[in-house]
T-cell receptor, first 112, second 109 residues
Framework: DSGVTQTPKHLITATGQRVTLRCSPR?????VYWYQQSLDQGLQFLIQ???????AKGNILERFSAQQFPDLHSELNLSSLELGDSALYFC???????????FGNGTRLTVT | GEDVEQSLFLSVREGDSSVINCTYT??????LYWYKQEPGAGLQLLTY?????DMKQDQRLTVLLNKKDKHLSLRIADTQTGDSAIYFC?????????FGAGTRLTVKP
C-alpha cells in the first residue's frame, strides 16, 4: 500500500459530461501529481501541485483542471468528456519535488 | 526535449535473470527510478538510485547506472512468475519527472 488514496476506482460516464477524481496524498507529502495512462499514449504527466500551488504543467487539456486544497488532497476535474478521454488516471505524491513518487491505484474512466 | 527510452518487451524463463535497459537524455537528472506496474494496479516504486552512484543492490534487484552513456539497467535475479509486470524507468531533475514507455516482462514457467 503506497498510502495514496484515489476515489472512485471506476467511473463510467457519457460524452459531454463532467467528472471529478479525488486524491489523498501520503501523510506528510506536500506534492501531488496527476498522470493519464492510456494504451496508445503511455504515461502522460498532466499537472503537479506543491502545498496548494500549481508547480508544473504537462500535457493537460484546457477541458481539464485540478486543484490542491489546504488539507493537501487534490481533485482533477474533467469536463466535456470525449471518448478519447477514457484512460487510467493516476495520482502520485512526494515529500518534495525531487523525491520518489508514490502512486495511487488509479481511477479507471470509461467514456461511452 | 528530454526522453526516456526502453524496449517494450522482454520474455524470460522462470529462474533466469532478467535485465531491463533504459536510456535517458537529461544530464541534469538527480534520481533515476524503477517502477513496477501489475495489471489493474498503480505504479509501485521498486528502487531508485542517486545520480552520483553507479550501482545499488536490493535483494534480487540490482540497478546499474552508467552516467557517461546515460544508461540505466535493472537486473532481476532468479526471476519468478510473480515478477511478470510492466517496468517503468523514470528520471527526475529540473522540477520534472519523466517516464519511459514501460517494458512488459513475461516470465515463462
Amino acid at each position: 500500500d503506497s498510502g495514496v488514496t484515489q476515489t472512485p476506482k471506476h467511473l463510467i460516464t457519457a460524452t459531454g459530461q463532467r467528472v471529478t477524481l479525488r486524491c489523498s496524498p501520503r501523510s506528510g507529502d506536500l506534492s501531488v501529481y496527476w498522470y493519464q495512462q492510456s494504451l496508445d499514449q503511455g504515461l502522460q504527466f498532466l499537472i503537479q501541485y506543491y502545498n496548494g500551488e500549481e508547480r508544473a504543467k504537462g500535457n493537460i487539456l484546457e477541458r481539464f483542471s485540478a486543484q490542491q486544497f489546504p488539507d493537501l488532497h487534490s481533485e482533477l476535474n474533467l469536463s466535456s468528456l470525449e471518448l478519447g478521454d477514457s484512460a487510467l488516471y493516476f495520482c502520485a505524491s512526494s515529500a518534495k519535488w525531487d523525491s520518489p513518487l508514490h502512486f495511487g491505484n488509479g481511477t479507471r474512466l470509461t467514456v461511452t | 526535449g528530454e526522453d526516456v527510452e526502453q524496449s517494450l518487451f522482454l520474455s524470460v524463463r522462470e529462474g533466469d535473470s532478467s535485465v531491463i535497459n533504459c536510456t535517458y537524455t537529461d544530464s541534469s537528472s538527480t534520481y533515476l527510478y524503477w517502477y513496477k506496474q501489475e495489471p489493474g494496479a498503480g505504479l509501485q516504486l521498486l528502487t531508485y538510485i542517486f545520480s552520483n552512484m553507479d550501482m545499488k543492490q536490493d535483494q534480487r534487484l540490482t540497478v546499474l547506472l552508467n552516467k557517461k552513456d546515460k544508461h540505466l539497467s535493472l537486473r532481476i535475479a532468479d526471476t519468478q512468475t510473480g515478477d511478470s509486470a510492466i517496468y517503468f524507468c523514470a528520471e527526475s531533475g529540473n522540477n520534472d519527472m519523466r517516464f519511459g514507455a514501460g517494458t512488459r516482462l513475461t516470465v515463462k514457467p
